[in-house]
């Protein structure tokens, strides 16, 4: 009999969460699972043992919430439709929902392991570009931990978004092959696999009873198969699903091809299945009008409308109380041809009659929009649009003609409105409207932040708001204080539940405030200040590992960590630090507390400024760190491949939060609120959800400037000429020549004249209006700084007043708001 770990197993050794039972659990699957034994396994043997040994503990709760959902006949659940899910990290995350750290950490440090370093090991799925995918996997974090049933349904990509490295100051982009070492926490469940179909033609034909009807005659079929990622709440009681549907070929191989020896061929098809799941597009904002990207869109739509209906079926329900089963919510217009699909599911395919049809799919669907970007609408050409889906075209058009009948009978005559409102523009090329087919096939339109939904009403959607006000509400953003402060934070975490007990984990909004009463207590903001400079010496570790570049723990840390975007303007922020240089360069002697000006961020590949942004960057850094009359008084570095892992590292170790983008430009930002409830204080404008923070922490505890909403649109009406400002702002003006002359580039003039050159004769998004403001703002921030205890109680309060931005209270809104869902805990 072979001595193996598994023939000491006992019975409950998927469930047993001691520390003898978890270390027991933990050697069979390196046994079984992996063929390992400690002796020979590797780190990630180490991991996939642990990783399945906790997968295990959450099975229960698993499948007592598929049953959840699948039996419950008044049960109404939450399909969450999304392109994106940037879930992060799972291993960490789902250890803390179980609450089993401590007995795992001890297991493990009895086999010599180190909890914590498997938990850092672990390769992120990146499914997403940035806020928008990161919001849907707080939102499913809020959904489990508030018992709210809800399924995730997104897209399996094989290659998640881009690796960033930097040479020579450059982005480089290299394939995320997520999968390689396979993913522990998916269940592949073929079973659920259903057909989609792509292209073709459609005919009309007489049914049984005579009416007439359509059928869409695809020119392909592709698999699409169900992944399954279990999503706990915090407690460990109550799970849901992430469901990503991945595409394969419906024959796995031209067998007739095969065999008269064209090999080529016979895969072909398998081949070009494949590809529709195959890349997430790294376009963060604006949308690329390309026939893969609106085929992953229908794949994943078409393939959860079908499930969501087996689950009807099964339920035994009639279709037409399809709506009580699921409350359907479309994040930004990816989705939205999902109510087209559902139209052409319960008309084409239940013989439904159109008017019931209607009235279903508008109780089902609501909608989240997430720009007020004009270049991010997404629009189809019709051409593009009727050739890969010819049967939903004419279902749109069916919409439109019905829709508009109703718009002419209310305001007769307008026909400037008909074409402001209709889901064609007319303009060439003809092309759909997406955002207008989700708002008519919604019940509810919703923005994030109470800027973000006003300017929606009174700009973007003006005509809509005008013909349907009761449709549009806000729901403001949120993020979990999860993984945003309790996983990523330990430290502070636990300094937070030794004064004001542990509720706060999963009744953020309710129990932070209890931490006012301790902020201006010395004996606590010591501690505070401590925690924070242990967080630094952390990023610093990090930095000096992967960068070379040392970080004093004792500067100010100053952040700015986000998809790089011109209207973000780290080119604002970048002309602040070489403004701070010169002063510095003018007199070497001044006081100049330490300060470290981090970035980090992605560009989309072919995104020619922002991928210039971060070289230049890369180059001001190069000088400053290297000058010795700055002595390390101010360092820049970049943090390369910003994604949740490494957010995760940087938001706790942050004192200045930058969220500097021209105010009316960002919907909202959760960043803002990830470095808020970690203690940095903003410095930032008037955008997005900085406007309800700064509401909430109070005008004392934000660093405010730059120009207001409204200042921006009455500034561009009298003719914004950003080289008056660069003319009579020295400041400004010497910085933008040292660019221009070539200070941060050996003398080279050319290299950075796009920017030069853009922000001097465009400036679309005014930077330089902004940048005197900036400065001066800059001055107040580096006072408030020097006086510690001030600084300190600020970056209390901040955690104290910031419950509101917990992603719970999000969903409480859209459960009592839009969906009309009651949370079972909580
Ligand atoms: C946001 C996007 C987005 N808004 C298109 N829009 C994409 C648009 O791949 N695409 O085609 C990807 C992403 N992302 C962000 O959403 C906003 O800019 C943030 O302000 C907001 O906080 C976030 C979540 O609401």
């Known amino acids: ?75 109404r659940a939450v399909a969450y439709l999304s ?59 809020s959904m489990a931990t508030l018992g709210v049933p809800a399924i995730g349904y997104g897209i399996h990509y094989e290659f998640g978004m881009f690796t960033q490295t930097i040479r020579d100051g450059w982005q480089v982009e290299m394939a995320d092959k997520w999968l390689r070492q396979g993913f522990p926490w998916e269940i592949v469940q073929h079973e659920f696999a259903v057909e989609v179909g792509l292209g073709g033609s459609t005919e009309t034909f007489l049914d049984a009873g005579g009416r007439l009807r359509v059928r869409w005659n695809p020119e392909k079929r592709i698999l699409a198969v169900p992944h399954d990622i279990p999503v706990i709440g915090y407690g460990g009681t109550f799970c849901n699903v992430l469901r990503l549907w991945s595409a394969e070929a419906v024959d796995a191989f031209d067998f007739g091809s095969f065999s008269s020896g064209d090999y080529g061929k016979a895969v072909e098809e398998k081949i070009l299945s494949e590809t529709i799941s195959k890349v997430l597009y790294p376009n963060d904002e604006p949308y690329q009008g390309k026939v893969l990207r609106l085929g992953q869109q229908y794949f994943f739509v078409s393939a959860s409308l079908r499930d969501m209906l087996r689950v009807q079926q099964m339920l035994g329900k009639p279709l037409d109380t399809f709506h009580t089963t699921f409350a359907i919510q479309l994040n930004d217009t990816h989705p939205a041809v999902a109510v087209a699909e559902l139209m052409r599911l319960l008309v084409d395919g239940h013989g439904m009659e159109w008017e019931r049809a209607w009235a279903v799919t508008t109780k089902c669907f609501s909608y989240t929009n997430h720009t007020l970007l004009p270049e991010a609408l997404e629009k189809w050409p019709v051409e593009l649009f009727g050739g890969l889906l010819p049967r939903h075209l004419e279902i749109i058009y069916e919409i439109n003609r019905r829709f508009l009948e109703e718009v002419r009978a209310a305001y007769p005559g307008d026909e400037g409105l008909a074409a402001r409102l209709s889901l064609i523009d007319e303009a060439s090329p003809r092309s759909v409207r997406m955002a ?77 405030g209890k931490l006012e009463a301790f902020a201006d207590d010395p004996g606590f903001q010591a501690q505070w200040r401590g925690i924070k400079r242990e967080n630094k010496a952390a990023l610093s570790a990090l930095a000096e590992k992967h960068l070379g570049v040392a970080l004093n723990p004792d500067a100010v840390f100053d952040v700015q960590v986000k998809r790089v975007h011109e209207y973000k303007r780290q080119h604002l922020n970048i002309l602040r630090v070489i403004a701070l240089y010169s002063a510095i360069k003018r007199d070497p002697g001044a006081e100049f507390s330490p300060l470290a000006v981090l970035f980090g961020g992605k560009a989309a590949p072919g995104y020619f400024m922002a991928k210039r942004v971060i070289k230049l960057i890369h180059n001001v ?27 995760q590292v940087v938001y706790p170790a942050a004192d200045i939060s930058q969220q500097i983008s021209l105010a009316g430009k960002e919907a909202s930002g959760t960043g803002n609120m990830k470095f808020g409830i970690n203690g940095a204080v903003t410095m930032g404008t008037l955008d997005g959800a900085n406007v309800e923070m700064r509401q909430c922490v109070g005008e004392e505890n934000f660093f405010l400037f730059g120009l207001t909403a409204p200042e921006v649109v009455e500034v561009k009406r009298n003719g914004y000429d950003p080289r008056a400002y660069a003319a009579t702002d020295p400041v400004l003006g010497q910085a933008l020549d040292m660019i ?81 869902i009651t949370p079972e805990l909580g």
């Open 1 to 75: 009999m072979p001595k193996g770990p598994g023939n000491k197993s006992c019975h409950n050794v998927r469930t047993d969460c001691t520390a003898p039972g978890l270390r027991q659990a933990v050697l069979d699957n390196l046994y079984y699972v992996s063929g390992n034994t400690p002796v020979t396994a590797s780190a990630q043997d180490w991991y996939d043992a642990v990783a399945y040994c906790v997968r295990d503990r959450m099975l229960k709760a698993w499948n007592e919430g598929i049953e959840r959902i699948t039996k419950a006949l008044d049960l």
């Open 83 to 141: 392109a994106e899910f940037l879930i992060g990290p799972q291993l960490g995350s789902n250890v803390l929902a179980l609450g089993i750290a401590e007995p795992l950490r001890e297991a493990l440090a009895t086999l010599g392991q180190d909890l914590d370093a498997i938990v850092d090991g672990e390769h992120e799925p990146g499914l997403g570009n940035g806020g928008l995918g990161r919001l849907a996997a707080c939102y499913m974090d």
């Open 436 to 512: 207008h087919l989700a708002v008519v096939g919604s019940h509810a339109v919703n923005g994030v932040a109470a800027l973000h939904t006003e300017l929606l009403k009174t700009h973007v959607m003006q005509d809509f708001a005008a013909l349907t006000p009761q449709k549009f509400c806000n729901v403001t953003n949120g993020v979990t204080p999860r993984r945003f402060l309790a996983l990523c934070n330990p430290r502070l975490a636990a300094c937070i539940t030794s004064r004001i007990g542990p509720a706060w984990i999963n009744r953020f909004e309710e129990e932070i």
């Open 621 to 647: 850094a190069q000088v400053i760190n290297g000058d010795p009359d700055v002595g390390g008084r101010l360092t820049v570095a970049y943090i390369p491949n910003f994604n949740v892992r490494v957010g």
């Open 740 to 820: 221009a002359s070539g200070a941060f580039s050996a003398g080279d003039r050319e290299i950075f004249r796009p920017i030069v050159d853009n922000l001097l004769y465009q400036d679309e998004y005014m930077v330089l209006a902004d940048f005197a403001s900036y400065m001066h703002c800059q001055a107040l921030v580096m006072e408030a700084c020097r006086d510690t205890a001030r600084f300190t109680r600020m970056s209390i309060l901040n955690v104290a007043r910031l419950g509101k931005f917990s992603s719970d209270r999000s969903i409480r809104d859209y459960c009592r708001d839009i969906w009309n």
